[in-house]
């Protein structure tokens, strides 16, 4: 039996490639980062605990709430930010005065690190974990154990 983490960063894997689509979350056919971590979801622990309201490119910015974050925080496992760990989702903050609304996967972690995610004008992929992108990751969480 293969650990969930791995299954985790295998089921991210599969879905490099699909298209970036707004609200989506189909492999092959089209998904954002949210969609990514609800298909991820599907492929390793099944049925979805919540699904997602209609949302905007802007969602939550207007009035400054953190609405991902809680999300996350209601079915993920919230970690120390350096309690780094294939499998774990990733939260950021593309923007120091932005809400938190971009997800990814971590995929390998240590002096190779990567993630897999998907955002606007790119397929999902699995990028380099750079300075860059580290200085916005602002939450990591991890899959709920299956029992």
Do not use: N
């Not at 923007?95 to 240590?110: F, N, Q, S």
């Amino acid at each position: 039996m293969t650990r969930i983490e791995d299954r985790i960063v295998a089921a991210a894997r599969g879905w490099i490639g699909t298209p970036y689509h707004h609200q989506a979350s189909c492999r092959g056919a089209g998904t954002d980062c949210l969609g990514l971590i609800r298909g991820v979801w599907r492929d390793v622990l099944g049925h979805e605990p919540e699904a997602p309201p209609a949302y905007s490119m802007d969602w939550a910015e207007p009035s400054r709430d953190e609405v991902l974050w809680r999300a996350a925080v209601r079915h993920l496992t919230a970690k120390p930010l350096e309690d780094e760990a294939p499998g774990d989702v990733l939260l950021f903050r593309m923007r120091g005065d932005a809400v938190a609304k971009h997800l990814g996967i971590a995929g390998r972690v240590g002096a190779a690190a990567s993630f897999i995610h998907a955002y606007s004008g790119h397929a999902v992929l699995e990028s380099p974990l750079t300075l860059p992108w580290r200085r916005r990751i602002v939450a990591r969480f991890s899959f709920p154990q299956e029992g």
